[in-house]
C-alpha cells in the first residue's frame, strides 16, 4: 500500500512500524510475507544464524541464557547414553547413585561389580553391607528395568531380555526426557524475556522486540536439537 507523501515508514525484520501523520491511521495495513516471533526459519527448515546488536547483548545475557539452554542439552544426551539403552553392562552400574544420610553417593564407590557371564551383574557390598537395601533400591529406580535381588551382602542383576516391550517402553522414556529438556528450554526463554521487558524503560519497544525475537530464534535453535537426539535415539531403540 502506498501512504500520502506526508507518510513515513520503517521497515524492521518481522513487522512494519507506521508514524501517524495529521492525527489519522492508515486504514488498511497489508502485512508482509515474513517470519513470525514465534518462528523464525531460514529456507530448507533449518534455524537462521542468530545476530545479536550491542545494545541486545547489554539488556539481555544472551550467553547465560545459551548456557543454560546448552546445559540442559547436555542433560538430555547423557540420559540417551546412559539411561536409555537396550544393552546393560557394567558401565551402567557406574551411574547409579543412591543415597545415604541424605547424599547421594555413587554406588561404585561403595561396592565391587562383576559379570560373570552375560545374562548376569553382581553388586558386592560387603564393604558396607548397612547399604544393601538403599542400593538395590537405587538399582530399581535407575530407569534401566532392573529386577535385582539380594543374596546376604551380594545383589545379583539379571541383564533383561531386549524385547518388543522393552524397545517401547525405552521410546516413550527417551520422549518423556525431551519434552522435560523442552520444558525446561521454554522456562529459560521465558526468564529472558521477562528480563528484557523489565528493562523496557531504558530501552525502545523496537529493542525489546528483538530481543524476544533473538530468544525465539536460540530456544527454536536447541529445541530442533532435542527434535534430532529423538529422533535418533528412537531410531537406534527401534532397530533390530
Given amino acids: 500500500h502506498v501512504f500520502g507523501a506526508m507518510s513515513r515508514v520503517f521497515v524492521i525484520p518481522c513487522r512494519v512500524v507506521l508514524l501517524r501523520v495529521a492525527g489519522r491511521w492508515p486504514a488498511r495495513i497489508t502485512p508482509l510475507p ?11 527448515g533449518k ?21 543454560s539452554m546448552e546445559a540442559a542439552v547436555k542433560a538430555l544426551k547423557w540420559e540417551y547414553a546412559n539411561t536409555i ?7 551402567t552400574l557406574e551411574h547409579v547413585t543412591l543415597e545415604m544420610e541424605g547424599k547421594a553417593v555413587p554406588l ?4 565391587q561389580f562383576g559379570m560373570p ?4 551383574l553382581v553388586v558386592n557390598m560387603a564393604s558396607h553391607p548397612q547399604a544393601v537395601e538403599a542400593a538395590v533400591k537405587a538399582l530399581q529406580d535407575s530407569n534401566n528395568h532392573l529386577n535385582p535381588t539380594t543374596e546376604k551382602s551380594v545383589i545379583k542383576v539379571p541383564v533383561p531380555k531386549v524385547t518388543k516391550e522393552l524397545r517401547e517402553s525405552l521410546v516413550k522414556q527417551a520422549k518423556a526426557y525431551a519434552e522435560k529438556t523442552k520444558v525446561s528450554l521454554r522456562k529459560v526463554r521465558q526468564k529472558g524475556i521477562t528480563e528484557a521487558r523489565k528493562s523496557k524503560k531504558q530501552v525502545s519497544e523496537d529493542t525489546i522486540y528483538r530481543i524476544e525475537k533473538h530468544i525465539q530464534q536460540l530456544t527454536d535453535l536447541h529445541t530442533k536439537t532435542v527434535d534430532d537426539l529423538l529422533k535418533g535415539k528412537s531410531a537406534e531403540l527401534t532397530k533390530s
Fill in 34 to 44: 515474513c517470519c513470525t516471533l514465534q518462528r523464525c526459519y531460514a529456507k530448507k
Fill in 85 to 91: 539403552v537396550t544393552r546393560i553392562t557394567l558401565a
Fill in 47 to 67: 534455524p537462521v544464524a542468530l545476530s545479536i546488536g550491542e545494545e541486545e547483548r547489554r539488556t539481555v545475557d544472551f550467553d547465560g541464557l545459551s548456557s
Fill in 108 to 111: 561404585r564407590q561403595l561396592a
Fill in 117 to 120: 557371564n552375560q545374562q548376569m
